[in-house]
């Protein structure tokens, strides 16, 4: 159960894909359910702290972390409309000083990071902001968190617009995309991206942004965010699908980390939350909620 079964012009995932184009890759590169099993095992034995980010806290933990998350957001946005300058907030350093923003160490989230930054670290200062030229898709398969191999759930990443044609959305206009930029002190850099090459290692890989807090402003309020991106190129991408495909998809679902349903909504939550556009995660949450998948309707995940 939860698989869905390869056709023709379907993906390795056994995901329908959208119109091909030029840019499309011909195919996921997905390794086979051995070798993906191995590599994680592999990985986990390298840290003795690896087996602990092997299975986050799932679904009640995601919960309670987006709660805390809302709680500390005081900023207020609107697509093209402002933030308020105060959502940089700078709170007190464990040495007790106010850290420089431009000392700091920043992580843009557009994904699990918006509600669930890093555990076990301390970000001194986060805001409400936006990157230019990037719009969210759930393409990106995930065989470690939220599906498995072989029936791969869907998770964000973050596409150029070349790369958004065959989902059936209009793309004329500029595109960007909403999330959290979370600082951090630079002491804790090293160890905060370890931490993070290893969360984000199923596909994504680690680039720099700005982040804008306000359309119009001559410069962004934060210059050289680190973002962790899935590729069309890696093994786990699934693109181009359509809203329906990935619904379906999202709504059969489940991996170590709980059901993809749940990583979707609190996703859409965390979003509303600070008054975020994002017309692809509204659209596949309420194609999802009219499926309207269960714990209960889920294969357990020791289940084939």
Known sequence: RGRLQTRPEATPCGLLRGPRTATTPSACRHRSPPALLCSLLATALCSSTSLAFLFP????????????????????????????????????????????????????GYGSLIWKPPEGFHHVSSTAGFIEGWQRRFWQGSTDHRGLPGAPGLVATLLRKDRLEGDGEDHSGDIFCWGMAYGYGKEESVRLLQYLDFREKNGYERTEVDVWTAHGDAAPAIKGAVLYVATP????YCGPLTNQVCAEQIARSIGPSGPNFEYLYNLADALRHIKAEDPHVYEVERLVKQIGPTKETLPSVGEG
């Open 57 to 108: 806290t799932a679904a009640s933990g995601a919960s309670a972390s987006l709660r805390a998350t809302q709680q500390q957001l005081g900023v207020q946005n609107r697509g093209g409309r402002t933030a308020e300058r105060a959502g940089v907030m700078a709170t007190a350093s464990q040495g007790g000083q106010k850290e420089a923003e431009s000392d700091l160490l920043w992580i843009f």
């Open 233 to 236: 190129e890696n093994y786990e």
